[in-house]
Structures are given as structure tokens and as C-alpha cells.
């Protein structure tokens, strides 16, 4: 049974830094791909990161670029998502997510999600 779940989120000022885990159970990192995904209040679901290969690869949405970072310890089953210089619009609930084959752009495509885990950026 494959089991997800974050933690690390916290309120932060602007230009701060967090970092969220996600700890993983279950999950074959070699098919599939993971991803991070955030809810800010009013808006839709949206990608913020993703890791495929078993971290061979790496891609980020536009607006997290160069501030963002996902990674994966594979020794310590867990998913990493470094984000530095936090702004106001990075304030959301984080998910991280897990798709057994291949990857896709489509959140409901996903097969195992966790809990979440609130991220609060003050300016």
C-alpha cells in the first residue's frame, strides 16, 4: 500500500525559506514520476514541480523557477521540495503526488496523494 505523507509547511515572511517533505511508502520511484502541487485559497489546483526517473529528471512551473527545488532521498524515502525567497503568491496548501507509470499534466491522473500541508508567506 503506497502511503504519502507531507510535512514542513508553517507561516514564513517574504523572501524566506522552507522546506517541505514528503514522506513515501509503497511507491516504486523508477516507473512513474512524483509531484509537488499547491492550492492557493479561490484558485485551482496547479504543478508546482515535478521529479521523474527516479530523479533522474526535474522540471518546475514557471513561477517557482530558480527558487524552487525537488529532490528525492531515496535512503530516507522521502520527497523533498526546497523553496526559497518565498512571496505572498506561493502561499497555498502543498501536496505532494504519485503516479505509478509514466507521468501527466492532469492532477487527477495521479494515483496516491497526501494529506497536504499549509504554506503561509506574509509580506
Known amino acids: 500500500q503506497v502511503r504519502l505523507a507531507e510535512s514542513g509547511g508553517g507561516p514564513v515572511e517574504a523572501g524566506g525559506s522552507l522546506r517541505l517533505s514528503c514522506l513515501v511508502s509503497?511507491?516504486?520511484?523508477?516507473?512513474?514520476?512524483m509531484k509537488w502541487f499547491r492550492q492557493a485559497p479561490g484558485k485551482d489546483l496547479e504543478w508546482v514541480a515535478v521529479?521523474?526517473?527516479?530523479?533522474?529528471?526535474?522540471r518546475y512551473h514557471d513561477s517557482v523557477k530558480g527558487r524552487f527545488t525537488i529532490s528525492l532521498d531515496k535512503g530516507k524515502n522521502t520527497l523533498y521540495l526546497q523553496m526559497n525567497d518565498l512571496q505572498s503568491g506561493d502561499t497555498g496548501i502543498y501536496y505532494c503526488?504519485?503516479?505509478?507509470?509514466?507521468?501527466?499534466?492532469?492532477?487527477?491522473?495521479?494515483?496516491?496523494w497526501g494529506q497536504g500541508t499549509q504554506v503561509t508567506v506574509s509580506s
Open positions: 503526488a504519485a503516479k505509478n507509470w509514466g507521468c501527466s499534466s492532469y492532477s487527477a491522473n495521479f494515483d496516491y
Open positions: 509503497g511507491y516504486t520511484y523508477s516507473d512513474g514520476c
Open positions: 521529479l521523474s526517473g527516479g530523479g533522474s529528471s526535474t
